[in-house]
T-cell receptor, first 108, second 115 residues
């Protein structure tokens, strides 16, 4: 099935460090969404972006909707152990198309 | 507000059998979508229901079918189960307005194992 290009695939960082991940696509999307998924659970929405160029924050998380509408990034500042999990980007054009996920590990 | 609930949480079926998965939408949402998530992959879109009719479908065969009820709850039915159907099945509800789905919220999923 169709997927977005999400990078990096995995990250191992020290507690307190900042994290950055991004998604690119060959298609234009109307909406970009960022989700976090814990083992055995469904994805939980972190940030939704509805307008090209939009920069939105949710606590320590910041995400931007690329001006070309073909990319988005998510930054996590001052990471903590509970940030561990798999992060997915998703572009919306009717249905959601997901990236492959970024697995984040945080060392205390 | 109540979230999206799915049942059952886990299910084991034999190849060739049929299965029905259920989903209750979040209050205030009018659209339900179903996704299949294989291990280590992102979710893949199966189909979406709006006003009790399918209004979008991914690359899944006809043996995957669904229903949406007047209370916006939904069922996913899979006939003639194959081993590759083993996956986490996710339901998501949203509010569809002018071709954009707002508040896309997922349930915890049903883990289906086909043996």
């Amino acid at each position: 099935g169709q997927q977005l290009n999400q990078s990096p695939q995995s990250m191992f960082i020290q507690e307190g460090e900042d994290v950055s991940m991004n998604c690119t696509s060959s298609s234009i999307f109307n909406t970009w969404l960022w989700y976090k998924q814990d083992p055995g659970e469904g994805p939980v929405l972190l940030i939704a972006l509805y307008k090209a160029g939009e920069l939105t924050s949710n606590g320590r998380l910041t995400a931007q909707f690329g001006i070309t509408r073909k990319d988005s990034f998510l930054n996590i500042s001052a990471s903590i152990p509970s940030d561990v999990g798999i992060y997915f980007c998703a572009g919306q054009k009717g249905k959601l198309i997901f990236g492959q996920g970024t697995e984040l590990s945080v060392k205390p | 507000e109540t979230g999206v609930t799915q049942s059952p949480t886990h299910l084991i079926k034999t190849r060739g059998q049929q299965v029905t998965l259920r989903c209750s939408s979040q209050s205030g949402h009018n659209t339900v979508s179903w996704y299949q998530q294989a291990l280590g992959q992102g979710p893949q879109f199966i189909f979406q229901y709006y006003r009790e009719e399918e209004n979008g479908r991914g690359n899944f065969p006809p043996r995957f079918s669904g229903l949406q009820f007047p209370n916006y709850s939904s069922e996913l039915n899979v006939n003639a189960l194959e081993l590759d159907d083993s996956a986490l099945y996710l339901c998501a509800s949203s509010q569809l307005y002018r071709e954009t789905n707002y508040g896309y919220t997922f349930g915890s999923g049903t883990r289906l194992t086909v043996v």
